[in-house]
C-alpha cells in the first residue's frame, strides 16, 4: 500500500528533476461534452509521458552498489524511456527488455537515452520473464512498470498537482493498463479530498480491471489505438488499493478513442497518444454523465506517430462526412469527367482524388467507373452534392468510409 506521505516524498525527490506539468482548462472541450474540463499536459515531459515521475522515484531510491550493478526493466514504449532518460541522468547502467515486434522508432528513442535494448519474446509477457531472468543472474534491479509502492507513489504526484491548480475538480478520469497510475492518483486524490470522484478507463479490447473488479474472466486481445494500456493483467498493488477507492470503471471503444486523440489534435493544438486520450474518450462516449461537473482529465502520454495521427485525423474527417467519396458510373468520353468537376465546383466542394476504373465487369464496354474523393463542409452539404450529380444524370453512389 502507498499513502499520501509516500506521494509527498516522492514529491521531494522528483523536484527540480521533472517538469511540473501545466493543468490548464479547456474550454472548446468542455462545450463539447457540457462539463468544466481540465486537462493535466504529461505529454510535455521530456520523454512525452507521466512514467518519468515513477522511474525516477524508484532510480533515485537505489543503494550506491545498487547503482553500480544497474538496472533492468520490461517495456514496449513509454517506461523504456522514462527509465533509460533518468537512469543516464543518475549514471545507471541501464538495460531494457523490448518485444521483438517492438517498432524501430521506439527502440531508437530507447537506446538514444543510453539504454541497452535486448528484444525478445512476442509478447510482454515473454519480455517479462526474460528481464527478470536477466535480473537473477546479474543482479540488477527490476524497475517494474506499474506493479510497485515507489513507481506508484512516483505517479501520485500527478494528484496534488492537479489539485493545486484546479482546487474545485469533482472527478478526476484516469486511464488504466497496469494500474501503477490510477493507483497514485486514486490515494493522492482521495487523500486530498474525500469527495473526489475517481473513474477508471480502459479500452475495450483489455477490460482487465475491469473485469476484476467484478469477479469476471478477463478475455483481452486485438489491435488497439491505445496500446500503452493494452495489458492483459492488472497489477496485484492496484487490485489492494483501487476497490475502495474507484466510482467506477469504464470501457472505450477504438472509435471512441480515435475520436478523442483527434479532438486533442484540433481542439487542444496537442498531440496525445491512444492510452493518453482515454480520459476524453470516456466523455466522449457519455457526456451526460459528466454533464455540469468539473473533470480532470490525464493526458498521460503524447508518443504517437506521426502517420497513425495523421490517419486518425483522416478517419474522423469522414466521420463528419467533411471528406466524402461518390462512385459514379459515366460514358467513357470526353467531356464528361469536367462536367463531373463544373458540378463539384459550382457547390464548393474540393476535388482531393479522382480514380477511373474500366475493368470492372459491371460496368459497360464503353462506360467506366469513377471515383471521386472530395472535401465538403458537412453531412448537407454532401447531401447538395449528391442530390446535384443525381440531376444531372450521374447517380452517384456514396462509398462507406475506409473504402468500398
Known sequence: MITLDDIDAAARVLKGHILRTPCFPAPRLSALVGAEV?????????TASFKERGALN?????????????VVAMSAGNHAQAVAYHARRLGIPSTIVM??????????????????????????????TKAQDLANTHGLTWVHPYDDPLIAAGQGTIAREMLEDAPDLDTIIVPVGGGGLMSGIAVGAKALKP?????????????????????????????????????????KLALSIL????????????????RAVNAYLTLQKTMAEGAGAAGLAALLADPHRYRGRKVGLVLCGGNIDPRMAASVMVRELEREERIVGFRIRIDDKPGTLAAISTIL?????????VEHKRMFLDVPAKGASVDVMVETRDGAHAERVAQALSEEGFQPRRIPAGGA
Open 345 to 353: 465546383g459550382r457547390l464548393g466542394a474540393n476535388i482531393l482524388e
Open 243 to 258: 476497490p475502495a477507492l474507484l466510482e467506477d470503471t469504464v470501457l472505450v471503444s477504438e472509435t471512441d478513442i480515435e
Open 58 to 70: 524508484k532510480l533515485s531510491s537505489l543503494t550506491p552498489d545498487e547503482r553500480k550493478r544497474g
Open 38 to 46: 481540465w486537462v493535466k499536459y504529461e505529454n510535455q515531459q521530456v
Open 99 to 128: 518485444p521483438e515486434g517492438t517498432p524501430f522508432v521506439k527502440v531508437a528513442a530507447t537506446e538514444a537515452h543510453g539504454a541497452t535494448v535486448v528484444l525478445h519474446g512476442a509478447t510482454l509477457d515473454v519480455s517479462q
Open 195 to 235: 469527495s473526489i470522484r475517481m473513474v477508471a478507463v480502459e479500452a475495450q479490447l483489455y477490460p482487465s480491471l475491469h473485469a476484476a473488479l467484478r469477479g469476471l474472466e478477463s478475455v483481452c486481445g486485438g489491435a488497439t489505438l491505445a496500446e500503452g494500456i493494452a495489458v492483459k493483467h492488472v497489477g
